[in-house]
């Protein structure tokens, strides 16, 4: 009985629907998929330093007063505009915060370079037919006229060095391209020198002979002067830690003024005294490379 139990059970099983056979297949393990590598972007937060070197287009405008020193009496004044270009170099140092995609940032630089330029200035003489010039007098004798001779002036003008202290304000466009502005204080040596020659004319109106003798002056001086600065750039990451950048800044330093006594003499026969006032500007353009003290 027992055996023919056991042989139905059997013949049971090997006639089973497809059904109850997949109930006892054995169990699909699932595995989870390997995480996929997302970029983190770049950070532009950390201290930084660098290298920059450009070209400045810097501008003078520029008076030139002829000042009779008895009464202090302008007697002439010109005016007029120089350029003072030349190529610049220097260095940056800066920190940068990084929130999303702005940055906030300050930064320091100093700049070195030859730029310079000249103005020529002139106090007229005498025009024709009369005797005395607007500076100087003129001489006549035995009824003739010699009419008195200009006075020239020449100033020449350097921007020795500057440097500049920014905010800087940036939005980063794309992980590793960082578009921004900037501004700030900005401070700077001008270096000025003049010189002024002419013809004193000695003697009397009305009597025979007279003196003409040939006088020049020379003087220099250097101020340093507080102004402001603004300007724009793009700085672009290479590697973790160097980008390059391209900038443009103005920089005005204000008004830089001085005069100086010549041994012209004047009409009323005091001293000529000869003063400038210079409104000094700069444009610069710059390519410059950075080192970050820290990764990304």
């Given amino acids: 009985m027992t055996r023919t139990l056991l042989l139905a059970a059997a013949v049971g099983m090997l006639l089973a629907p497809p059904a109850l056979a997949a109930d006892l297949a054995v169990p699909h393990i699932h595995t ?4 996929v590598a ?3 972007g770049y950070n532009w937060s950390g201290f930084y330093a660098g290298l920059n070197v450009g070209y400045g287009w810097g501008r003078s405008a520029t008076n030139a007063d002829f000042i009779d020193s008895r009464g202090g009496t302008l007697l002439s004044s010109g ?10 170099g220097g260095g940056q140092i800066g920190f940068n915060w990084q929130r999303e995609m702005f940055v906030v940032g300050l930064e320091a630089d100093f700049q070195g370079g030859g730029q310079k ?7 007229a003489g005498a025009p024709a037919g009369l005797q005395d010039g607007v500076c100087t007098p003129g001489h006549r004798g035995d009824n003739t006229f010699d009419p008195a001779l200009p006075v020239a002036f020449n100033l020449a003008q350097k921007l020795d060095w500057f440097g500049t202290v920014r905010g800087r304000l940036g939005v980063a466009v794309a992980p590793r391209v960082l578009f921004y502005g900037t501004g700030g204080l900005a401070y700077g040596r001008v270096s000025t020198s003049g010189s002024v020659s002419a013809i004193n004319v000695g003697g009397f ?4 002979g007279g003196t003409f ?3 020049s002056a020379s003087f220099s001086n250097s101020t340093t002067r507080l102004g402001w600065s603004a300007g724009a750039g793009i700085e672009g990451a290479f590697a973790d830690n160097w980008s390059a950048r391209l900038e ?3 920089v005005d330093l204000g008004t830089v003024s001085g005069s100086f006594a010549t ?23 710059r390519f410059g490379v950075n080192y970050r003290f820290s990764g990304t």
Wanted: glycine letters at 10%.
């Fill in 117 to 123: 330029g000249s103005l020529d200035a002139l106090c």
């Fill in 263 to 285: 041994p012209v003499i004047a009409l009323s026969g005091a001293p000529l005294v000869v003063g400038y006032r210079s409104h000094v500007t700069d444009n610069i353009l």
């Fill in 248 to 250: 443009y800044l103005h």
């Fill in 38 to 40: 997302v970029d983190p």
């Fill in 79 to 88: 005016a007029g505009k120089f350029d003072l270009n030349g190529v610049i």
């Fill in 213 to 215: 003798t040939p006088v």
């Fill in 32 to 35: 989870k998929a390997p995480p």
């Fill in 205 to 208: 109106p009305g009597a025979d």
